[in-house]
């Protein structure tokens, strides 16, 4: 892989090795995927035009980390593009109308997305830009968002692959280093969305914002109330899923984006923590969150990395200064709870995705209740049922969330939590706790207490719940006696 243009080489052989290493662990990268970049390059030189891999693709190259999506762009217009890909391509649309120059195909398992040179301007009132075509790969390379995804490998006719990098892309990855092409006042003004990428990438790529960056972002932060609340969700949950959330996170905060987009967390360096062990409850937080991740098996669970980070936010409106200096922050879980159904609504989350995280901060503090394990079975059987499905999470929240650093107290902590989890275990392989429902179903009420079906059905019902809670397992003739008793005593 060869660039045609100079890209800044540096004087330390240090870095001249780490540059011609990750070239060619680029060009080997590409090669796995040769199968789908060679016949595309020689259909599209057959018609006379240009095809480059672009964007993150490049950058994920030359990262060795390559995914099976693939982004092009070409001299060729987007009807042109059809027409080349037509019988090549397994499954053949185009992406939000040719209007916008973007053609996806699919082939085996890679996807591409050929768009055409673009050279657009926008409004800057919305991010939604003017399209119009381009005539040059630098004019498009140009209005990408940050140089290290700017950068271009050209698909020759014969499979070979051009490395071109205008913009300095590489000098950027390999410094680590998140700037704009252009200045980053213009980049941002035309779409504002860019800042909130830029502390995405942060997170994803463990990249640092160059100070032109940083100063353009804390200036500008309020323009990202241009964006729809969708793209702004969606960019959360790539940050807060990626490899570095909580530089993220500080980026967000340190330039004013998350006062706007996710003012709780920023609203938390207000408090210090009951246990004085954190600089305040929003250090604690990123310590959870932490935490939580070291427990994920497999792939990011945004569930609980949202709950580690929200489930103390209720403390700012709970707070109260004791006597003697000390600090409380009663039922914060109640109100953190109420305030992440408030914000995920306006983040426009699905329902049951904010429910699970509602519900994992309202739990989160009901194990402080254990001590040293006076729960009775019954409010261990609660426990497990309040935590249905989401046990598994709740188990590593609480256990995230012992940021002590008493290494006394924290192996006391863990070792009473492990009691618990020994209770649940025994407990769900004596009783099948996981399906807990009351001793007699609604038609076995019915018949049992004569009740056409109705809201005393249910009163019932639940009640046989409780009392299952409360005892565990009864027979059908202690449930019924149970029940009859429970009866009598509503008619009295």
């Known amino acids: 892989m060869v660039s045609p243009k100079s890209v800044s080489p540096k ?52 990262l060795g980390r390559l995914g099976t999506d693939l982004d092009f762009t070409t001299d060729a217009r987007p009807e042109a593009v059809q027409e ?46 003017k399209v119009t075509f381009g005539d040059t790969l630098e004019g498009d390379l140009v209005r990408r968002d940050f140089t290290v995804n700017a950068m271009a490998v050209r698909i020759g006719a014969d499979g070979a692959l051009t490395f071109v990098d205008p913009l300095g892309g590489l000098d950027a990855l390999l410094e680590g280093v998140l700037d704009t092409p252009a200045a980053p006042q213009d980049s941002f003004n035309d779409d504002p969305l860019r800042m909130l990428r ?17 100063a353009a972002i804390t200036e500008m932060a309020g323009e990202i109330e241009r964006i729809t609340a969708e793209r702004v969700r969606t960019e959360l949950d790539k940050l807060i ?64 990395r949202w709950a580690a980070l929200l ?30 159904r408030k914000r995920f609504r306006a983040l426009k989350y699905p329902k049951q995705f904010t429910e699970d995280v509602a519900r994992l901060v309202f739990l989160h503090l009901r194990f402080h209740g254990y001590g040293k394990g006076q729960w009775t079975d019954s409010a261990v059987r609660r426990y497990v049922t309040d935590g249905g499905e989401l046990l598994p999470r709740l188990h590593k929240l609480v256990r995230a969330d012992c940021t002590t650093r008493n290494k006394r107290r924290a192996a006391a902590l863990r070792a009473t939590y492990d009691d618990l989890e020994v209770r649940i275990a025994r407990l769900q392989e004596q009783e099948d706790l996981d399906r807990v429902r009351p001793d007699l179903d609604g038609n076995a009420i019915m018949e049992l207490l004569g009740l056409p079906p109705g809201p005393e059905v249910g009163k019932a019902w639940r009640y046989l719940k409780e009392l299952r809670l409360d005892r565990g397992p009864m027979t059908h003739e202690e449930a019924e006696d149970a029940l009859r008793e429970w009866w009598r005593a509503q008619q009295a």
């Open 11 to 62: 004087t330390e052989d240090a870095a001249l090795d780490r540059r011609t290493r990750l070239l060619a662990g680029a060009q080997s990268t590409l090669g796995h995927v040769s199968d789908v970049l060679t016949p595309l390059g020689e259909l599209f030189a057959a018609r006379g035009h240009a095809l480059y891999l672009v964007g993150g693709s490049v950058r994920d190259a030359v």
């Open 84 to 129: 080349i890909l037509r019988g090549w391509a397994d499954h053949l649309w185009d992406t939000g109308g040719l209007a916008f120059g973007t053609v996806s195909a699919a082939k085996g398992d890679q996807q591409v997305e050929i768009t055409t040179f673009r050279a657009d301007s926008y409004d800057r009132v919305s991010r939604n830009p």
């Open 241 to 304: 899923g990626g490899a570095h959330p909580i530089d993220g996170i500080n980026i967000m905060c340190e330039t004013g984006l998350a006062q706007l987009v996710l003012p709780e967390v920023p609203a938390m360096k207000l408090e210090i923590d009951e246990h004085h062990q954190h600089k305040d409850v929003y250090w604690h937080s990123l310590t959870v969150l932490e935490q939580a991740i070291d427990q994920e098996e497999g792939d990011p669970d945004l569930v609980l």
């Open 198 to 214: 830029a502390a995405r990438f942060v997170s994803q790529l463990g990249f640092e914002l160059a100070p032109r960056v940083r």
């Open 311 to 340: 489930h103390d936010i209720g403390k700012p409106d709970t707070k109260r200064n004791e006597a003697g200096g000390g600090v409380s922050f009663h039922h914060h879980e109640v109100v953190g709870a109420k305030m992440v």
